[in-house]
């Protein structure tokens, strides 16, 4: 069974501050797939990024970073300088190889504080 | 494209009435999902088709809810009779062909049983 764990259910940051989002996994599968999602206040579910299991490199895009660690079973997300407009839920998400169904966390909601 | 497309956005009902939400994908996606977001539950998925066939239904809470996906572009999820436990907002999301794709979500039915 594939459960994902989002330990955190509220942050609170000062804009600007860097803040990491952390997300356990678990599968017995070897390949799988990890997604995270945003959820701002206006309600809409948006994708922000996909990863495959054979696929450890970190990633960046913009303020936003990820950092993939198969040893830990942790797939966590950086915002680095946060802005209001980052303020949010934020969703870990797991599907395993080969089939449609995505397990979510329970989501971490951030509030950025001008 | 215009996206995963819910009607209504919001629905408000008598307790006993029957619901029925609906669905069209984005055009060319053939897997559908219905998910349940309340406060208590998180996100949960309800039921997934492939191909407009229900492939996983174990996440339908009860007899009361049911689905149905009568072609590529449009699927309903009917409760009835619905009951105030059932007040959550209901996502419909789909991917494309290939496995283990994001998910791209609509906006969501807010619906609140009286």
């Known amino acids: 069974a594939q459960k994902v764990t989002q330990a955190q259910t509220e942050i609170s940051v000062v804009e600007k501050e860097d803040v990491t989002l952390d997300c356990v996994y678990e599968?017995?599968?070897?390949?799988?797939?990890l997604f995270w999602y945003k959820q701002p206040p206006s309600g809409e579910l948006v994708f922000l990024i996909r990863?495959?299991?054979?696929?450890?490199q970190n990633e960046i895009s913009g303020r936003y970073s990820w950092n993939f660690q198969k040893s830990t079973s942790s797939f966590n997300f950086t915002i680095t300088a946060s802005q209001v407009v980052d303020s949010a839920v934020y969703f870990c998400a797991l599907s395993e190889s080969g089939y449609q169904k995505v397990t979510f966390g329970t989501g971490t909601k951030l509030q950025v504080i001008p | 494209d215009a996206g995963v497309i819910q009607s209504p956005r919001h629905e408000v009902t008598e307790m006993g009435q029957e619901v029925t939400l609906r669905c069209k994908p984005i055009?060319?996606?053939?897997?559908l999902f219905w998910y349940r977001q309340t406060m208590m539950r998180g996100l949960e998925l309800l039921i997934y088709?492939?191909?407009?066939?229900?492939?996983?239904d174990s996440g339908m809470p009860e007899d009361r809810f049911s689905a149905k996906m009568p072609n590529a572009s449009f699927s309903t999820l009917k409760i009835q009779p619905s009951e105030p436990r059932d007040s959550a907002v209901y996502f419909c999301?789909?991917?494309?062909?290939?496995?283990?794709?994001?998910?791209?979500f609509g906006q969501g039915t807010r619906l609140t049983v009286v």
């Open positions: 990863r495959n299991s054979f696929d450890e």
């Open positions: 088709f492939n191909n407009n066939v229900p492939i996983d």
């Open positions: 999301a789909s991917t494309s062909r290939a496995p283990n794709t994001e998910a791209f």
């Open positions: 055009s060319g996606h053939n897997s």
């Open positions: 599968t017995r599968d070897t390949t799988y797939y």
